[in-house]
């Protein structure tokens, strides 16, 4: 992910109808971040993905149901692809839902009405030997007793 090496930290916005990113807060929220997730491990990472929506524009197109149905689809598929790509790049991944969102919408100055569905911690996980490419964190599933943040491990994909 060579975009990730060439920006200078801060919160950058995402334009969806240009395709440009711009700069909306020019300092490092990384701990900002982890501290809305209450997750520590959240703020090892190189830079966080946050998607988030405005359920009033979506409701005011689509009706109040479709239009937050709409918004939580369009979320999910991003962030999956979000997922593969930083796993088919060897970078080490995870999604959070669990954060505060008016701290987290504080902390990178979304504007009003814009609200935060899910984090994506990406690249340098959490122990001695963080900043290796896919050797750090990754999302499981709480059920079966599987953390979140823990410890990944390469599995070849088959192509």
Same mark, same amino acid.
């Given at each position: 992910?060579?975009?990730?090496?060439?920006?200078?930290?801060?919160?950058?916005?995402?334009?969806?109808?240009?395709?440009?990113?711009?700069?909306?807060?020019?300092?490092?929220?990384?701990?900002?971040?982890?501290?809305?997730?209450?997750?520590?491990?959240?703020?090892?990472?190189?830079?966080?993905?946050?998607?988030?929506?405005?359920?009033?524009?979506?409701?005011?197109?689509?009706?109040?149901?479709?239009? /937050?149905?709409?918004?939580?689809?369009?979320?999910?598929?991003?962030?999956?692809?979000?997922?593969?790509?930083? /796993?088919?790049?060897?970078?080490?991944?995870?999604?959070?839902?669990?954060?505060?969102?008016?701290?987290?919408?504080?902390?990178?100055?979304?504007?009003?009405?814009?609200?935060?569905?899910?984090?994506?911690?990406?690249?340098?996980? /959490?122990?001695?030997?963080?900043?290796?490419?896919?050797?750090?964190?990754?999302?499981?599933?709480?059920?079966?007793?599987?953390?979140?943040?823990?410890?990944?491990?390469?599995?070849?994909?088959?192509?």
């Amino acid at each position: 992910m060579p975009l990730l090496q060439t920006l200078s930290p801060g919160v950058w916005w995402y334009r969806s109808a240009t395709h440009e990113l711009s700069a909306l807060v020019p300092a490092d929220m990384r701990a900002a971040v982890a501290d809305a997730c209450g997750q520590p491990w959240v703020g090892d990472a190189s830079a966080h993905l946050v998607v988030a929506a405005v359920p009033e524009r979506e409701a005011a197109q689509y009706g109040p149901e479709r239009g /937050t149905r709409y918004a939580l689809m369009e979320a999910g598929a991003a962030v999956e692809n979000v997922l593969l790509l930083a /796993t088919a790049c060897g970078v080490a991944s995870a999604w959070v839902g669990a954060f505060d969102d008016g701290a987290l919408a504080s902390a990178l100055s979304l504007p009003q009405g814009m609200r935060p569905l899910t984090v994506i911690p990406i690249g340098r996980g /959490t122990g001695a030997e963080g900043g290796t490419a896919g050797a750090g964190m990754v999302h499981k599933r709480a059920s079966g007793g599987a953390e979140v943040g823990a410890k990944a491990r390469r599995i070849p994909v088959q192509g």
